[in-house]
């Protein structure tokens, strides 16, 4: 028979036991879900069996673990940022330390491991840092644009290059089925490498639209150590919040 939603159950997968927490909802499918802290939440239907939910757990067990053990691998995340002088911010992979200025006309400068930040008033810091790292965004992301595209070429994937910035919570990139490609300003904070992999991960999609078994078959080919380059890009820069 069902039960109430809520309250700490596990589920026996090998000799492992795996703590879940089970959610009830008017749908009608079961759905397993590892949260960014690595819990587990079940999202079941209102009559759905409790039994049933634990077998549907156990029977994910190997899934679930090795999305924890992924998840393990990232840094942890980073305090809210707050635009004062000594926080740690990276720009093209390397890291500098934000430094306000207020003698200065307004604007960013890198110098010798330092972001120099010059502000009318220290409360305007975000929005000069922001402006400056979308600018730089739009410049280095239309130059890697260049190189992808030919380097993309030769596997018979064509693209206008052309492209839009917007602030995105959980993607450095998308491309629309009409070709329309946007880039997360923050890719900017990343090494070259790494932009080039975002960058040739979506023009991949003009020909393979869908994460299918055909569109990492073509990624592969055209960038044959993309896991390695997107490993290195998730634990250097942290999707904005």
Same mark, same amino acid.
């Given at each position: 028979? +069902?039960?109430?939603? /809520?309250? *700490?159950?596990?589920?026996?997968?090998?000799? #492992? $036991?795996?703590?879940? #927490?089970?959610?009830? $909802?008017?749908?009608?499918?079961?759905?397993?879900?590892?949260?960014?802290?690595?819990?587990?939440?079940?999202?079941?239907?209102?009559?759905?069996?409790?039994?049933?939910?634990?077998? &549907?757990?156990? &029977?994910?067990? *190997?899934?679930?673990?090795?999305?924890?053990? =992924?998840?393990?691998?990232?840094?942890?995340?980073?305090? @809210?940022?707050?635009?004062?002088?000594?926080?740690?911010?990276?720009?093209?992979?390397?890291?500098? %330390?934000?430094?306000?200025?207020?003698? =200065?006309?307004? /604007?960013?400068?890198?110098?010798?491991?330092?972001?120099?930040?010059?502000?009318?008033?220290? /409360?305007?810091?975000?929005?000069?840092? =922001? %402006?400056?790292?979308?600018?730089?965004?739009?410049?280095?992301?239309?130059?890697?644009?260049?190189? !992808?595209?030919?380097? *993309? *070429?030769?596997?018979?994937?064509?693209?206008? /290059?052309?492209?839009?910035?917007?602030?995105?919570?959980?993607?450095?990139?998308? !491309?629309?089925?009409?070709?329309?490609? #946007?880039?997360?300003?923050?890719?900017?904070?990343?090494?070259? @490498? !790494?932009?080039?992999?975002?960058?040739?991960?979506?023009? !991949?999609?003009?020909?393979?639209?869908?994460?299918?078994?055909?569109?990492?078959?073509?990624?592969? %080919?055209?960038? +044959?150590?993309?896991?390695?380059?997107?490993?290195?890009?998730?634990?250097?820069?942290?999707? +904005?919040?």
């Amino acid at each position: 028979m +069902p039960k109430g939603s /809520g309250g *700490a159950r596990t589920a026996q997968y090998g000799m #492992t $036991r795996i703590p879940y #927490t089970l959610k009830r $909802r008017a749908r009608r499918t079961l759905s397993i879900e590892v949260q960014p802290d690595g819990s587990v939440l079940a999202v079941a239907p209102l009559e759905a069996p409790e039994d049933a939910v634990e077998l &549907k757990v156990a &029977k994910r067990g *190997a899934w679930i673990l090795r999305q924890q053990r =992924e998840l393990a691998k990232l840094p942890p995340p980073l305090p @809210e940022r707050q635009y004062v002088s000594g926080e740690s911010w990276r720009y093209l992979g390397r890291q500098h %330390r934000l430094r306000l200025l207020t003698d =200065e006309p307004e /604007g960013v400068r890198v110098v010798r491991g330092e972001l120099l930040v010059a502000v009318r008033t220290p /409360g305007r810091a975000e929005q000069v840092v =922001e %402006r400056w790292l979308r600018s730089r965004a739009a410049v280095v992301i239309s130059e890697r644009m260049e190189f !992808c595209l030919e380097h *993309a *070429a030769h596997f018979g994937i064509s693209h206008s /290059g052309e492209f839009s910035l917007r602030r995105m919570r959980t993607q450095w990139g998308s !491309c629309t089925r009409s070709g329309k490609l #946007t880039f997360n300003p923050r890719l900017v904070q990343a090494p070259k @490498e !790494c932009i080039d992999y975002v960058l040739l991960h979506e023009l !991949c999609h003009l020909t393979e639209f869908n994460h299918s078994a055909a569109y990492y078959r073509l990624l592969g %080919r055209v960038l +044959p150590d993309w896991k390695r380059r997107r490993e290195r890009l998730n634990r250097l820069v942290e999707l +904005p919040q």
